[in-house]
């Protein structure tokens, strides 16, 4: 595992989540010919024939491995094209590594993934459909429905059709559903930045209390101030590779820096300082093992 965390030593604490040894590699159309991969054979031939560009490896992510434990609430940071939404996927399950495997004590929820609103019709109805494609029945809805639109902030606002919500009341909408159904471990891709401070209040509550009861989240924000005040550990991904694993002050910070060396265009500096987190990290393996025991 690739981590600057010091395990506790406790014993008989499972994980939610192990990510171990993954990578990421997708192949994408290129104008470059001198980048471009040209399959041999019948493949090649019909590209050629067809005049579709060539396709160029691109690595999304790295080989890294990490592990997050019962109460956890991970923020992950790091610059567009770094890799965050590409682990968030292949924890999720909606993607498969190219290298590697990600194994998970319950089925991920992903924020805006389980819950598949429909535009045309009204938050209320919303709800109540995303909830029972979530597995929660009528009964469970009825006794959840007021907290979930309390959550959302959304008010009045619940009863008209979704197509006319802003991208961040439908954001705040599939948070409230996702959140509703109390999951081990919940994803959340960059809808808490949006919405007023009683928003992230409320959105901050409900996270401590998924993991009070022994639930993780995944936290994707370009929002640092998000990350220091919702989690208690964060990640730092640039180009595909995990630089810092720890405190989200430390790790925010050291970020913070990074992008104000480039924004700078001071890049030898800024390289520096990518290397100088980067060779922090400690090092370590994941193991398999028999039921009942756990190793680091």
Same mark, same amino acid.
């Given at each position: 595992m690739s981590a600057n965390r010091q395990d506790d030593g406790g014993e008989g604490v499972l994980p939610t989540v192990v990510v171990s040894g993954v990578s990421m590699r997708y192949h994408v159309p290129s104008t470059d010919a001198r980048r471009?991969?040209?399959?041999?054979?019948?493949?090649?031939?019909?590209?050629?024939? %067809? #005049? +579709?560009?060539? %396709?160029?490896?691109?690595?999304?992510?790295?080989?890294?491995?990490?592990?997050?434990?019962? #109460?956890?609430?991970i923020g992950i940071v790091g610059r567009n094209g770094s890799g965050k939404s590409t682990l968030m996927r292949l924890i999720s399950g909606q993607s498969n590594p190219t290298a590697g495997a990600v194994y998970a004590s319950s089925v991920p929820v992903m924020l805006?993934?389980?819950?598949?609103?429909?535009?045309e019709l009204s938050g209320d109805h919303n709800i109540i459909l995303g909830c029972l494609a979530m597995g929660m029945t009528r009964p469970e809805i009825d006794e959840k429905f007021a907290s979930i639109v309390d959550l959302s902030g959304l008010g009045k606002a619940i009863h008209l059709p979704m197509r006319s919500y802003s991208s961040g009341m439908s954001s705040r909408l599939r948070f409230a559903i996702a959140a509703s159904v109390d999951p081990e471990i919940l994803l959340i @891709?960059? !809808?808490?930045?949006?919405? @007023?401070?009683?928003?992230r209040e409320r959105?901050?509550?409900?996270?401590?209390?998924? +993991?009070?009861?022994? #639930?993780?989240?995944?936290?994707?924000?370009?929002?640092?101030?998000?990350?220091?005040?919702?989690?208690?550990?964060? %990640?730092? %991904?640039?180009? #595909?590779?995990?630089?810092?694993?720890? @405190?989200?002050?430390?790790v925010t910070a050291a970020y913070l820096d990074y992008t104000r060396h480039l924004t700078k265009g001071n890049l030898d500096s800024? !390289?520096?300082? +990518? &290397? &100088?987190a980067r060779s922090t990290l400690v090092v370590t393996e994941i193991e398999a093992q028999a039921p009942g025991r756990r190793k680091a």
């Open positions: 471009a991969e040209v399959p041999a054979g019948v493949g090649g031939l019909v590209r050629r024939l %067809l #005049g +579709r560009p060539p %396709l160029v490896p691109v690595d999304a992510l790295n080989p890294l491995s990490l592990v997050a434990e019962h #109460g956890e609430a805006g993934v389980n819950a598949a609103l429909v535009p @891709d960059e !809808a808490l930045n949006t919405g @007023d401070a009683q928003f959105s901050k509550e409900r996270m401590n209390e998924l +993991r009070a009861s022994a #639930g993780s989240v995944f936290l994707v924000s370009h929002s640092l101030g998000t990350i220091r005040e919702m989690c208690t550990r964060a %990640l730092w %991904l640039d180009e #595909g590779d995990l630089l810092m694993d720890g @405190d989200p002050a430390a800024a !390289a520096a300082l +990518r &290397e &100088e």
